[in-house]
């Protein structure tokens, strides 16, 4: 121990290595995850006196929420319209009732400030609240650093047993009691909706890939419907194929929508594969592979940027742009960080990464109509680093109202310059880049080594505050992420109208928790819930950081 206490770059990855460890630890559909076992671990080791040095807490910090703001910014403005803010009354929702019941508890119970915080950020399961709040106690007035430090630890302490109880809660409540609440079966109500959007089957694992692949590629020998033109054919199939290669002879024809098919011409068609085998029914014999015309197929990543393609389906997209949309086929729909059903009705935000199979040519026309192709560019870190200067400047500016000040701190002003960064981003993105692995990279090893700082601070304060409270603490926990997804429940049904499947994934992303959206998905054995969690989580992204400096401010007025 000796050891840890002498060297803070060990002790720092060691809380890592042992606490990722720990958070593999499964019982049924719960897994502790990294970070609540990093911090279990840290407090375990700071109460024997392992500490590291609170700058590196601060550095990670804003490394931590720039980066989730950057990644959630093209999302979290795109989701400000009707669509978008229907959804948002249950972030607001989730935001407004963890307030009032961590004022409650605190009111009701005589808590201190730090442990009212750490209920809030616990059983809101978001951690960033842990960051925001305690900056706010570090500007509190009338109190000592040693008190300001207590609270803080306090704040960790709390956190990290209402967090476990608070995960607990929400996977149970998504993934088991709301779907037999509502006397659903959530993959036959999935399926439901799957369907209702023309897709395929959505039961498939990262490691599987389906026996009969959506995209095929036939060719056929022209028996019965020559004197077709390929533009008549490929609008007949609503441009769900693509006439890609023509041989007549020994002679390969270039492909135009004017060309004309004779008998005896061996034709390529491409598309999804009932459009294909409807399409072959057409034209005659399928055949075997022929030479000269296994022409290949361009995958390209596109962003979407065109506010004129926001709020649309590639569906609609493909009736009323057949020249734009025609020949290209959509693999892959991932909004934040997370994957869509990839199917023709999703609809497309700004900010989402499409991934697309055609011709080299229809994929460049179809990404100038739709945004820009995503470049595999190294990040860059002018553009980041400035980012976060300008997050940190943006914290440090105070409003003074009355004897009160207020100022976003450097977790709120680093959350608004990451989402403005990273909304930039997506509207040009010839600059500024930050590829997805890498920005969640440093996101998670950002919160990371936040929380194992946060932890071997609050150690050697845990003891006594788990002794104090050893009921009221797991209460908390189970309570505020009880009442507010009732209410949501009840909202979203009987007031929004949404449907069930959707509704529990909404309400997986208005507590941020990537561990419900995970058992939802898996008792789903389907997407769609998707659909309803990026919207809320991006937006309780926003909104749940912004609790903890507000619970701080209130109750240090009180």
Known sequence: MSLLRENAVLA???????????????????????????????????????????????????????????????????????????????????????????????????LDVGTAAGILAGAATESAVVGTAQEAITKLAGITPDQSSELQAHVATAYSVCYLFGLITIVMLTSQIFPMMMRIKLPEASRQIWERMRGADASLGADEQASLPPLVGRTYLVSQGEGSSVGELEAASRQLV???????????????????????????VVGRRESVMDTGHELGPETSGVPGLDSPLAVRE?????????????????????????GVYLTDIQRVDHHLPAVGETELHQGDTLTVVGSRAKVERFAAKVGATVRQDTADYIYLSLGICVGVLLGMVTVHAGSVNLALGTGGGCLIAGLVFGWLRAQRPTFGAYPPVAAQTAKDLGLSMFIAVTGLAAGPDAGPLLKQYPVLLPAAGILMVVVPALLSLFVGRKLLKIDPPILIGAIAGQQCSTPAITAV????????PMLGYTITYTLSNFLLPLTGPVLVGILGLS
């Open 521 to 528: 998905s898996n008792v789903a054995q389907s997407s769609v």
């Open 12 to 110: 720092l990855f060691a809380c890592l290595a042992l606490g990722y460890l720990v958070g593999k630890l499964r019982v049924g559909p719960i897994q502790l995850g990294g970070i609540c076992g990093t911090l279990i671990v840290s407090m375990l080791l700071g109460a024997q006196h392992v500490a590291v040095n609170s700058d590196v807490k601060n550095v990670a910090f804003a490394l931590f929420i720039f980066s989730l703001g950057y990644i959630a910014g093209p999302q979290f403005f795109a989701n400000l319209n009707a669509k978008g803010l229907r959804f948002g009354i249950l972030s607001v929702l989730e935001a407004l009732v963890v307030i009032l019941l961590a004022l409650g508890f605190a009111k009701g119970f005589d």
């Open 242 to 268: 693509s006439i890609e290669g023509v041989k007549r002879a020994e002679q390969v024809l270039t492909v135009e929508p004017a060309l004309k098919l004779r008998r005896g011409d061996r034709v390529l």
């Open 302 to 326: 596109v962003v979407v940027t065109n506010k004129a393609v926001s709020g649309r389906t590639v569906t609609a997209l493909r009736a009323s742009e057949p020249e734009a949309v025609g």
